[in-house]
């Protein structure tokens, strides 16, 4: 048998309600993918000739995330008739005729590896069954259905925690919610499902039932590592979930020469790419489709979302989305890089910075205390502690220009669109409303003023104006 011959059904049509959630359940994320992203690689992976989603609860949230994660497959809309036999039933009628065996995978259960289904399938066409599952043995069955076997060890039926009586509840062994059934017997099976059942659903369970009671040949294939078909359906089991997988991805990513110091408090998505001799330290969360290259330090406490971090760069308690560190440059503590920055090899973001949409030049530094937004630093120009750049009048965002090896003075604020040359220096305080030539000094007039005695005057009385007096009146030097 080929498998082309093969259909996966994915069923992701349930509302679940134990998330107590807005988010649909399948769309709570899993290292940085919805849980019905990891089932649709996976059945992707087996190579099928069609794959269909049944969907119904917030059917369009999920139809989207269907498109991105999948886009060949086929969307099904379950009606008002809830249970996983109503689902597969519609499903079918999508299937080819010239498929043999359908995949049944339930868009809740995650961590499952096509390797798994492939073994399934492979047992399920040497015994000639009807249909096979899996199913697996948990400490605390709750929840789950349980297999009841017959004595030659095929499955007789499967009964559903809701309907099981005391003795059926002690059983250990579940149903994995995973399936590869032949095609006509589904169709033989699903229309004479009811919903005569302690939850009024049709049960794609009670198919098992008839198939075998019918003399079809229905099998389980014990899964050892339980966790591999562990369901979600509240948000105990999402997190449970969650930390398993973090902690394969981190094992991983040390077996491959990255040092990460406290794995219990990195977070790293599936999607992140890191490199040899790259240290993570506590309390980093890596998203998205960060890439950390050759030696670069990240941490401790810092966000990077889709982050391009080059060799030996360095950064610490910082948030960084959508932004580009090159080789050697250095960022925070406690700084702030919106997308659209980009900081050149060597370049320096230091304390309390806001970068927006800036280029911060080779070697260039914004140390202290600063908004760079809609601006271009040239290489090694220096911005000096607490600088502004004014980028909104309110309708429109402008640019400011800072020429190589500038060096502008603390305080300063750039009123965009606004360009300092090359090599130029502005003195501490001003504000640059016009451009300043090439290795020009801007300056604005000084115009304090000084009142003497102002505060012995108006604030009598108080702490300031007594040591004001004190001043006077004791000689400073002796
Ligand atoms: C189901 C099985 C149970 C098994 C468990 C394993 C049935 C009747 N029970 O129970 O034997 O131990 O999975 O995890 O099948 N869904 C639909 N349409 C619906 C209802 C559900 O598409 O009308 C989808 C859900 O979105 C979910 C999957 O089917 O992805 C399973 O549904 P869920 O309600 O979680 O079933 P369980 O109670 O866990
Ligand atoms: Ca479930």
Redesign the pocket.
Known sequence: MSPSSLAVVV????A?TRMKSTTPK?LHPLAGIPLIGHVLATAEALGPQQTLV?V?HEAERVREAVEEYADDAQIVH?DDV???G??VELALDAVGDDVDNVVIL????PLLDSETIEAMLGFHRDAAAEVTLLSTIHDDPTG??RIIRREDGTVSH?V?EADADEQQRTLQE????VYVARRDALAKGLPRLDTANAQG?K???DVVGQLAADSGLVHAVVVEDSWLVE?V?DRIQLQAMQRRLNTMIVRGWQRDGVSITDPESVWIDLSVQLDQDVTVLPGVALEGSCHIDHGATIGPDCTLSNARVGQGARIQRSVVDSAVIAAGATVGPFSYLRPGTVIEEGGKVGAFVETKNATIGKAAKVPHLSYIGDADIGEGANIGAGSITANYDGVNKHRTVIGPHAKTGSDNVFVAPVEVGAGAYTAAGTTIRRNVPAGALAVAPVSVRTVEGWVGTHRPGTASAEAAENSRTTPDSQ
């Open positions: 069923l992701a049509a349930g679940g399948v049944v119904r379950q809830p249970g996983t109503r689902a339930s868009a809740d259960v789950y259905g499967i559903e579940v149903n994995a919610g659903e049960y794609l369970t369901g359906n």
